[in-house]
Nanobody
Framework: VQLQASGGGLVQAGGSLRLSCAAS????????MGWFRQAPGKEREFVAA????????YYEDSVKGRFTITRDRAKNTVYLQIDSLKPEDTAVYYC????????????????????WGQGTQVTVSS
């Protein structure tokens, strides 16, 4: 499985971005696709995830209402729409995928994901 993230950039606070994660090298039925981010000097943290088949989405509490994760099964692509960007959203954003997790709570855990993209930088200026 290969994941290719794109769509990052420099944007002013209050602006929007749409990140894309193109997936290849497998069939993703049953997969859980996630977005994580890592700011300088901080741990990688969960942002959002989506079940490939059902479209059920999960969000970290602090991004609910501003971030929207979707997937396009025909294009094998997962999107992260980010609205009302804040300077604290500045980070490298990574997409990730896993085909099986041990428990529901692993949805939110980076180490549970087996496949990772290369990351895309999002920088929000104030």
């Amino acid at each position: 499985v290969q994941l290719q993230a794109s769509g990052g950039g420099l944007v002013q606070a209050g602006g929007s971005l749409r990140l894309s994660c193109a997936a290849s090298g497998g069939t993703f039925s049953g997969y859980r696709m996630g977005w994580f981010r890592q700011a300088p000097g901080k741990e990688r943290e969960f942002v959002a995830a989506i079940m490939w088949s059902s479209g059920i989405a999960y969000y970290e509490d602090s991004v609910k209402g501003r971030f929207t994760i979707t997937r396009d099964r025909a294009k094998n692509t997962v999107y992260l729409q980010i609205d009302s960007l804040k300077p604290e959203d500045t980070a490298v954003y990574y997409c990730a995928a896993v085909d099986h997790i041990r428990s529901y709570s692993d949805t939110y855990v980076a180490t549970a994901y087996h496949h990772w993209g290369q990351g895309t930088q999002v920088t929000v200026s104030s």
